[in-house]
C-alpha cells in the first residue's frame, strides 16, 4: 500500500486486497516488483504459477481487469525506465520465469514504461464518462435509445446501492443467468466463493448497485471507486427482464454517483474480450470517450519458451488436439480443440442443386380463377370489378375504411406525398435505412429529403431523433411537409413516440409499408396509424401481383383524391378535359384479379416467412458472430426477409465473403438496404444520426426468405453460411 500511495495513478486491480482474491482464484503468488531510484518508482503487480511440464519453472500473468505498471511521475526518465527494466529482468529471471502476460489499464499511460520488453499489442475500445463535464455534457453524449430507455423506465425500474450487500447472493444468481444467456466461456463463471471474497477483501472499494423492478431485482452490478475512477466490475440482467433494459437505469444510477463521490472517471470496459461487439456498442451508446485497451507479451527466457513450445505441440499431437487459437499467450497455455481434418470440415453442396432465390413469387390456387374470371368477362384493364373488390377486401383485412389500387408502391408514396401539399422546396423526413422507392417521389415533387437515422432496437426510424428534427426545424421556422416512416424488412416502427413527435407540429405522417403487409402494431395492422398508408404488391414482396401498390387511409376524399390523380387527372365531362396534371397510375383489373387470390394466402405466407426465420434461428443463432434483425415487442412482424448482421471478427467472415460464398452456390442473398444519405443522388441531403444504419449496411445480410422455401433449401443456406 506504501508503494500505491506514491504513484500518480492506481486502480482498484492494483491493490493487494485484490490480488488476495485473485491468488485463491488463480491458485497462484503475487508479486510487487517494486524499483525505486532517488524520488522515482515504478512498480508491477503479477501473479506467478508454475508451469506444470517444466516443473520448477513459473510464468507470471496478470489479475482479471485491468493492472500493469505504476509509476511515481507522469514522465519518468529514459534511464530510470531502463534501469526498472534490468532490474525486473533479473528479478523474474531469478524466480526462474519464462514469460509474462499483463493487461494493461486503458485508463493509465504505461506503454512507455514497458517499451524494449516484448510486446504490446491493442486489442479493441473501451469506453468512459469523463466526469468532469458538467452532468448535462454528460448525458448529452448518450445516445438517444439510451435516453429513451431510462426517461421510459423512470418509476418501473429502481435502482439502489446496496452497501452491505444484502442482494449478493442474487447477484451472483443474475450474473450467471447473464453468462449462461450469452453462452460466456467458462472462464467467466467464478463461483459465488469468489464474489464472496471480493465483498470481504474490497469492502468500502466495492459497492453492489441492484435494479428492482416491482420488487424483483431485475439487473445487478459490481463498481469500485479508486483513486477518482469508478469502475464497472461485472454484473448482468435478469431474462425476464431483458426488454425493460435495467441495466441502462442502473449504469445512469452509478454515473450520477460517480460525480456525488468527486470521481472524475466512470469506466465502462469494453465488450467481450474487448471486441467491438453488441455490449461495446451498448456501452459506447453512454459516452464518446474512448481508451485503447493492450495487453503486454513478453518471452522472457527465450530459449525456455521455445522448448517448452514444442513440447506442448508434441504432446497435443499425439493426443489429437490442436490450439483454439494462434493468439493465445504464452503458446505453450493455449487451451486445446479436437484436431479436425480439413476434409471433414467442409461441407459437400451439390452442384445441380436449383436457384435459390430472396425472395420469389409464390402464387396461390385462386389466383388462376380470378383471372380467367377476368379474362371470360373481357374485363382486363382498365380497373374493373376486381380492382373494386380488391380494394374492399385489402382495406377489410387492415380495418381500415378507403384503399385505392395504384400500378406500385412507388406511385403510391408519390400520390400521398402530392396529396399532402408538397411543393416544390418542401422538406419531407425519410427513415434513411430503406430502399430508393421510398424517398424518389420526394424528388419528383421537387421536395428535398431529410434522412433519420435508425434505432438499433428494431433498425427502424429511430423516434428520438426524428423528434429532435422536428424541434430543430421549429426552431427554424421551417416544418417538413411530411414525415415517411417505413416498416423495415417487415416489421413496424415504433408508432407511439413517432406520432407524438409528428403530432405536436401537425406533420403528417406517410407510412412506408411496402414490405410490411400483414404486420401489426399494438394489435392494429402497420399502414393504420399514420395519415395515410402505402403497399407494395411488387414480384419480390410477401404478395404479389407482379406489380402494384395500394394507398389506404381513413380520409375517403385523399383515396378519391388519389384515384382521380391516379386516372390522368379527368374532370367529370363527357370530353377529355384535365384542370389539373395526372398520372397513369391505376391497377389493371387482371391483376387486382391475382391481387385478390394472393390476398387470400397472406395468412399462409406469413406463417412460412415465420418458420424460415424460426430455421435459420435454429441453425445460425448459436454461431458467434449472427445476430438476427431484433425483434420488437410492441407488435408482430410478418417476417418478409430473414435479415443478419455478421461480426467478421467472431464469425471468421466478412457479409461480403459469406454472401460471395452463397452467390457462388446459386443461392441469392442481398447486403441490407444502403442508407439513402449514402446514395450519390442523396449525398446533398441532411441526416440526423447516421452510425446505426451505416453499420448495419457493412455487415447486414438478407437471407433467402421466399415463402415456397423448403428445409432442405434452407439447410444448404445454412450448411453454406457455417462453412464460410
Ligand atoms: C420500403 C419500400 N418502399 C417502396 C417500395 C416501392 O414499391 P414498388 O416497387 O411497388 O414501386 C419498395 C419496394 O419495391 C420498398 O421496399
Not at 504513484?7 to 482498484?12: A, E, G, K, R, S
Not at 450469452?182 to 453492489?208: K, P, W
Not at 430472396?358 to 389466383?367: I, V
Request: charged share 20%; hydrophobic share 40%; proline share 5%.
Amino acid at each position: 500500500m506504501e508503494t500505491l500511495r506514491r504513484v500518480v495513478q492506481h486502480d482498484f486491480y492494483h491493490l493487494p486486497q485484490y490480488h488476495r482474491v485473485e491468488e485463491r482464484r488463480l491458485k497462484a503468488a503475487a508479486l510487487l516488483f517494486s524499483y525505486c531510484e532517488g524520488d522515482y518508482l515504478i512498480a508491477l503487480p503479477l501473479l506467478l504459477r508454475s508451469v506444470e511440464i517444466l516443473l520448477g519453472w513459473n510464468d507470471a500473468t496478470s489479475v482479471y481487469g485491468y493492472a500493469g505498471p505504476v509509476a511515481s511521475h507522469k514522465r519518468m526518465p529514459e534511464s530510470v525506465i531502463r534501469n526498472f527494466q534490468a532490474a525486473l529482468r533479473e528479478a523474474l529471471l531469478e524466480r526462474r520465469v519464462i514469460a509474462v502476460f499483463s493487461r494493461l489499464h486503458p485508463l493509465i499511460p504505461q506503454q512507455d514504461l514497458l517499451s524494449g520488453l516484448g510486446e504490446c499489442r491493442t486489442i479493441g475500445p473501451t469506453i468512459s464518462v469523463d466526469l468532469t463535464q458538467s452532468l448535462q455534457k454528460q448525458r448529452e453524449q448518450y445516445r438517444s435509445t439510451i435516453r429513451r430507455q431510462i426517461n421510459k423506465r423512470q418509476g418501473s425500474v429502481v435502482c439502489l446501492n446496496d452497501p452491505e450487500k444484502r442482494y449478493l447472493t442474487e447477484f451472483v444468481s443474475i450474473y450467471e443467468e447473464t453468462m449462461r444467456r450469452v453462452n460466456a466461456a467458462d472462464t467467466y463463471f467464478f463461483g459465488e466463493d469468489y464474489f464472496n471474497d471480493l465483498a470481504r477483501e474490497l469492502r468500502s472499494i466495492l459497492h453492489l448497485f441492484v435494479a428492482m423492478v416491482g420488487g424483483k431485482a431485475a439487473a445487478a452490478g459490481l463498481f469500485t471507486i479508486c483513486d477518482g475512477v469508478v469502475q464497472y466490475h461485472l454484473g448482468g440482467m435478469r431474462n425476464e427482464f431483458l426488454k425493460l433494459s435495467p441495466m441502462t437505469l442502473l449504469f445512469d444510477t452509478v454515473r450520477l454517483w460517480a460525480n456525488k463521490i468527486g470521481a472524475h472517471a466512470f469506466h465502462f470496459g469494453g465488450g467481450v474480450g474487448a471486441k467491438e461487439d453488441s455490449l461495446f456498442h451498448y456501452k459506447a451508446g453512454f459516452s464518446d470517450r474512448r481508451h485503447d485497451f493492450a495487453t503486454w507479451r513478453w518471452v522472457v527466457a527465450p530459449e525456455t519458451y521455445r522448448e517448452l513450445c514444442e513440447r506442448q505441440a508434441q504432446s497435443n499431437q499425439l493426443q489429437g488436439l490442436e490450439p483454439a487459437s494462434a493468439e493465445y499467450f504464452p503458446t505453450y497455455r493455449c487451451p486445446t480443440v479436437p484436431h479436425v481434418p480439413a476434409k471433414l470440415a467442409t461441407i459437400e453442396i451439390k452442384k445441380s442443386e436449383p436457384r435459390i432465390y430472396l425472395s420469389p413469387p409464390h402464387l396461390g390456387e385462386a389466383e388462376l380463377e380470378l383471372v380467367k374470371d377476368a379474362f371470360a368477362s373481357n374485363w382486363i384493364a382498365p380497373l374493373g370489378p376486381h380492382v373494386d373488390a380488391f380494394e374492399q377486401e385489402f382495406a377489410a383485412y387492415l380495418g381500415v375504411p378507403h384503399a385505392a389500387a395504384l400500378s406500385s408502391g412507388t406511385a403510391a408514396v408519390h400520390l400521398a406525398l402530392r396529396l399532402l401539399g408538397l411543393r416544390p422546396g418542401d422538406e419531407v423526413i425519410c427513415s434513411t435505412l430503406t430502399f430508393a422507392a421510398s424517398a424518389n417521389p420526394i424528388v419528383y415533387e421537387g421536395g428535398a429529403p431529410v434522412f433519420i437515422d435508425s434505432e438499433e432496437a428494431t433498425w427502424n426510424m429511430d423516434p428520438t431523433l426524428l423528434a429532435e428534427e422536428l424541434n430543430a426545424c421549429a426552431v427554424n421556422g421551417r416544418l417538413p411537409r411530411a414525415v415517411i416512416v417505413v416498416d423495415l424488412y417487415g416489421q413496424s416502427a415504433d408508432y407511439e413516440p413517432i406520432l407524438d413527435a409528428c403530432v405536436r407540429y401537425d406533420v403528417p405522417v406517410i407510412q412506408d409499408s411496402a414490405e410490411a403487409l400483414g404486420a401489426t402494431y399494438k394489435g392494429r395492422k402497420v399502414g393504420t396509424q399514420g395519415r395515410c398508408g402505402i403497399f407494395s404488391f411488387n414480384g419480390n414482396k410477401i404478395i404479389t401481383t407482379s406489380g402494384g401498390g395500394m394507398l389506404v387511409s381513413d380520409d375517403p376524399a385523399l383515396i378519391e383524391r388519389a384515384r382521380f390523380l391516379a386516372m390522368q387527372a379527368r374532370d367529370p365531362a363527357p370530353h377529355y378535359q384535365h384542370s389539373t396534371i395526372g398520372f397513369n397510375y391505376r391497377m389493371s383489373n387482371v391483376l387486382a384479379a391475382i391481387g385478390r387470390g394472393q390476398l387470400r394466402v397472406l395468412g399462409e405466407r406469413i406463417a412460412s416467412r415465420r418458420r424460415n426465420f424460426e430455421r435459420y434461428k435454429a441453425m445460425l443463432g448459436a454461431a458467434p458472430g449472427i445476430e438476427f434483425m431484433p425483434l420488437a415487442s410492441y407488435g408482430e412482424a410478418n417476417f418478409w426477409l430473414t435479415c443478419i448482421t455478421i461480426d467478421p471478427e467472431k464469425f471468421g467472415a466478412t457479409r461480403e465473403e459469406v454472401r460471395i460464398a452463397l452467390a457462388a452456390h446459386d443461392i441469392e442473398a442481398r447486403p441490407i438496404w444502403k442508407p439513402l444519405h449514402l446514395q450519390p443522388v442523396f449525398a446533398h441531403c441532411r441526416v440526423r444520426g447516421a452510425s446505426v444504419a451505416e453499420t448495419l449496411f457493412s455487415c447486414g445480410l438478407c437471407l433467402p426468405s421466399g415463402s415456397s422455401l423448403t428445409d432442405a433449401e434452407l439447410d444448404r443456406v445454412c450448411a453454406i453460411v457455417l462453412a464460410t
